[in-house]
């Protein structure tokens, strides 16, 4: 039995030079990352005080104070590269790396203040993502939402009552540690004044 022929308009060939794009530039941040070209100023910035240090600097001594996180988030991003490189697993790789570069991007963007290079990179890669996999969106859709059961008619209630429980516990427990905190706040400020008075 002969199968049908693909039709290549289904699948522009935008879409492969974005993921070939992706892949390439997760393959470099990926290898820099297992052989600690990034996140290797530990020895520079070890001695200097905590606020002398740039939003780069920080960045950097966050993320390098261990080895064995670089090298997870380095592996991470060749994996994604990886699936990215092939039409069949490109959706899993867009989907598993779209969180992780959204990540990026944001600490790009709020951390590394003025340094347009990272930031411009990041936003790039995020788009590509978003791209393909808005061109698989009816998919998607139908796999995250149509396909997916509610809870039983019968069990409504209870689900009802456990999400409400949820959200006022833990909105209770916020409300009380905002309460502790400013009070404990308060102590601090009462006990500096005193000993200034002393």
């Keep these: 039995m002969s199968t049908p022929p693909i039709d290549l308009a289904k ?6 030079w974005l993921r070939y794009f992706c892949a390439f530039m997760l393959y470099m941040y990926g290898s820099s990352k297992l052989l600690h ?15 002398s240090l740039t939003g780069y600097e ?3 001594y966050y993320f390098g104070f261990s080895r064995v996180y670089g090298c997870i988030l380095g592996l991470t991003q060749v994996a994604g590269a990886t699936l990215l490189l092939f039409r ?15 990540n990026i991007l944001l600490i790009n963007v709020f951390v590394l203040v003025n340094d347009y290079g990272p930031y411009v990179i990041s936003t790039l890669i995020c788009i590509s993502l ?3 996999l808005w061109h698989q969106r009816i998919a998607l859709f139908m796999l995250l939402w149509s396909t ?10 209870a689900h009802w009552w456990i ?24 102590r ?11």
């Design 188 to 198: 601090q400020q009462t006990q500096t004044v005193s000993m200034r008075e002393k």
């Design 11 to 16: 699948h522009p060939r935008l879409l492969d």
């Design 88 to 102: 069949k697993t490109t959706l899993v790789g867009a989907l598993a790396m779209l969180p992780v570069m959204a």
């Design 130 to 132: 978003i791209a393909i």
């Design 163 to 186: 999400r409400s429980s949820l959200v006022m516990v833990v909105a209770a427990m916020l409300i009380f540690g905002a309460v502790m905190q400013r009070r404990q706040h308060s």
């Design 58 to 60: 920080l960045t950097w």
């Design 148 to 157: 997916q059961s509610g809870e039983r008619e019968m069990s409504k209630r």
């Design 37 to 51: 070209f990034q996140f290797n100023l530990q020895s520079e910035l070890a001695h200097r005080p905590i606020g």
